[in-house]
């Protein structure tokens, strides 16, 4: 059993860095993680890249052929690895052991993960693979100021657990650059009342019912609960990781060492 992160969220809200830190971390207690590459358009990485999506197509060399802009040929690049999952991919994947773990570091295109079916095939591959997969859903802390935003967040991270069918975790990422926490923390496990009436006070009268679906959604789903990620606090890097580890079973199913016993011992 392999175990491993799908990295997804919005362009900008820290994605690359997390791998960065996780892989620190992980350096530090002594326990192995590969971070994989999967956007094409990356060229520096603070971390040691395991596997990288440019050694099969790279973003520069589709829009010099091909003549597309940079979403075009990103989502071409992304449909590239689509066809060639049973190859490249498999022929790489067969490198590591059935116990490791790997984290893939995803671009941000949000079509990648709402409705193009390209990275929830590729879920399915990895899944074939006998890997437990969990999609780590990052926002970008300082986006959540208000109501308004934070839903418009949950309803781009709802999308993408619909559509990969994945164990999903939330983290505000950024944690250490916000200056006002009280603020963010308001919206780390809120009340669905107190965001229905925020939301309301914000919004026209004629919204009501369609504010009432949407935090009935969120609800419903258990979209309310976000985990606070601070880079500079090992421990909340632990915490955060933990979170993912509990969702793919991450060493449950390792052997348990029991010591001999020999009954004639005890006389």
């Known amino acids: 059993m392999g175990y491993a992160q799908l990295v997804i969220g919005p362009a900008g809200s820290g994605k690359s860095t997390y791998c960065s830190s996780l892989y620190q971390h992980c350096e530090i207690v002594g326990r192995s993680i590969h971070i994989v590459n999967l956007d094409p358009a990356a060229e520096h990485f603070d971390y040691p890249v395991a596997m990288d999506i440019r050694e099969l197509i790279s973003l520069d060399d589709v829009m010099e052929e091909l003549g597309l802009g940079p979403n075009g040929a990103l989502i071409y690049c992304m449909e590239e690895l689509e066809d060639n999952l049973d190859d490249w991919l498999t022929e790489e994947l067969d ?123 969120v609800d419903e789903y258990s979209m309310v609960n976000f985990v606070p990620l601070d880079l500079k606090k090992e421990s909340s890097i632990q915490y955060v990781l933990a979170q993912i580890d509990n969702c793919i079973q991450y060493g449950e199913d390792a052997d348990v060492k029991v010591r001999d016993f020999d009954p004639e011992d005890e006389d």
């Open 95 to 217: 490198n590591y052991r059935d116990d490791d773990y790997l984290v893939f570091d995803c671009p941000g295109q949000i079509e990648l993960f709402s409705h193009v079916p390209v990275l929830r095939n590729f879920v399915k591959h990895l899944k074939r693979k006998n890997f437990n997969v969990c999609a780590v859903y990052l926002i970008d802390s300082q986006f959540i100021t208000d109501v308004t935003k934070f839903i418009s967040g949950c309803m781009a991270s709802l999308s993408a657990m619909v559509q990969l069918e994945l164990p999903h975790v939330n983290v505000l990422s950024k944690m250490d650059l916000v200056t006002n926490k009280k603020d963010i923390e308001d919206y780390l496990n809120p009340e669905p009342r107190a965001l229905l009436s925020e939301l309301n006070q914000r919004m026209a009268p004629q919204f009501l019912k369609l504010n009432k679906a949407l935090i009935e959604l």
